[in-house]
């Protein structure tokens, strides 16, 4: 998990990716906008994927060991348009989960 105060996943994604002409596409952000992302490395090679601020908030409290309701309702309530589905999909295929369990009710 890591979070900025300033764009700093928009910068790194900037200068980490190849494909990327600054002069055939302006990237254009505001330096000091809060960025957000998950960072993996499946087979040992750095990931990073760009993360709202819910989704931030709700993987932080998962992380925590807090439920999975009380982690998704937490991201609802800062943002009435969190993709519950998006996240969770975007989650497990960049291998942020490495383990779950059910809670005894």
Not at 16 to 39: G, K, Q, T, Y
Not at 40 to 69: C, H, M, N, Y
């Amino acid at each position: 998990m890591f979070q900025s105060d300033c764009a700093a996943v928009q910068v790194y994604a900037v200068h980490h990716d190849l494909a990327l002409d600054a002069e055939e596409s302006p990237i254009e952000f505001a330096l000091e906008a809060a960025s957000f992302a998950i960072v993996t490395r499946p087979d040992w090679i750095v990931k990073l994927t760009a993360i709202t601020q819910a989704e931030f908030v709700a993987l932080s409290l998962l992380q925590q060991g807090q439920t999975l309701a009380t982690a998704l309702d937490a991201g609802l309530d800062l943002d009435k348009n969190f993709d519950v589905a998006a996240t969770l999909t975007r989650c497990f295929a960049a291998g942020a989960f490495s383990d779950f369990y059910k809670a005894d009710m």
